[in-house]
């Protein structure tokens, strides 16, 4: 992938300086505070403070930054439990940017009448292509962080209550006999387009709208490379065998806390499909049904309908998004 020519998946980019050396010091809490400039993201379980959640097109939905002097960060920043409460994302827009992990899914409720108009909490999943796309990383950076920091809260080596170090980014068993480091973890999964030169293999779950197909996908299981995967998944879910396993790319996928590696895999000569696993209909797609609007696919900043385009735009005068438009 020519990162120089190629725009970022969705979730991801150079949308923000993570500075981690500044994790290490010990003012980095007080520093922040300090600066008037420093913004401030907000997360209740896993929704986040956002405007525009109503909105329909695309970028209207934003993220509701707030400043220092409002009344909930205050009260969040002075509180006993502050730093465990805080945590260092980085310099977005070269400003400090701070998310403030609030807890328990009804604590805000509290707080709804500090709410700036027309914020509210909200999942990211249904925001996801209507946030601008620096944004959007954000708060999946900062999503993923806190369903991790939610998991970790009792220590999984002695169950010792855990407390957060590092800006937030390390968690460390409180006992000190055992003082375990529980690092941020991510679950990686394969997704992959199998094709046969001129069709494309598409499968779908039941619990999908009608009509939807999508690439094969699955997780990554231990002692297991990536290519590996690929080839168990792919024969898994459709019986399909496949060959040259190429890697096109990666999307960061914090639902909950997955990260998406992209492939394209040829199959083997006279494939025949036996449905399998998670899906409950698999089929091969000619370009020309693609092109005509069959099957419905994945939303365009999904890593499933890049794979497909790739491969689509390879052989087509006009881009498949563009066609699908």
């Known amino acids: 992938m020519d990162l120089e020519r190629d725009p970022p998946h969705f979730f991801a980019g150079p949308y923000i300086d993570r500075r981690s050396e500044v994790r290490e010091a010990a003012s980095w809490l007080a520093d922040a505070l300090a600066d008037p400039r420093t913004r401030y993201l907000l997360s209740c379980g896993t929704a986040q403070l956002v405007r525009g959640a109503q909105a329909t097109a695309p970028d209207e939905a934003r993220i509701a ?15 006993a439990q502050a730093e465990s409460m ?14 403030i992990d609030l807890g328990a899914p009804m604590e805000p409720q509290r707080a709804a009448g500090e709410l700036p108009a027309g914020a509210s909490f909200e999942e990211l999943r ?11 990383g954000l708060l999946a950076y900062a999503r993923a962080l806190t369903i991790w920091r939610a998991r970790h809260r009792f220590c999984g080596r002695c169950g010792s209550p855990t407390r957060p170090e590092r800006a937030g980014h390390v968690i460390r068993c409180s006992n000190p006999d055992c003082a375990q480091e529980i ?5 990686p999964a394969i997704i992959v387009l199998v094709t046969d030169g001129e069709r494309a293999l598409l ?9 939807r197909y999508s690439t094969i996908a699955g997780f990554v299981e231990p002692g297991e490379s990536l290519e590996d995967a690929v080839v168990r998944e792919v024969l ?3 019986g399909v065998r496949v060959r040259h396993v190429d890697y096109h790319s990666s999307q960061p996928w914090p639902f909950p806390s997955s990260l998406m590696l992209g492939f394209h895999a040829i199959a083997e000569p006279s494939a ?8 409950d209909d698999v089929r091969w797609f000619s370009r020309e049904e693609l092109a005509s609007g069959t099957p419905i696919l994945p939303p365009a ?6 794979l497909i385009a790739a491969w689509f735009d390879a052989r087509s005068s006009v881009p498949l998004a563009a066609l699908r438009a």
């Open 183 to 187: 690092f941020p973890r991510i679950d």
């Open 272 to 279: 025949s499909i036996r449905v399998g696993g998670e899906l």
């Open 203 to 211: 499968g779908r779950q039941p619990s999908w709208p009608a009509g």
């Open 236 to 238: 898994e879910e459709t």
């Open 126 to 136: 249904p925001l996801s292509g209507r946030v601008p796309h620096e944004e959007a």
């Open 301 to 306: 900043h999904a890593i499933s309908f890049q």
């Open 65 to 79: 930054f707030l400043s220092g002097d409002h009344p909930i960060v205050r009260t969040a920043t002075q509180a």
């Open 86 to 99: 805080l945590v260092l994302l980085g310099w977005y827009r070269d400003a400090w940017c701070v998310l």
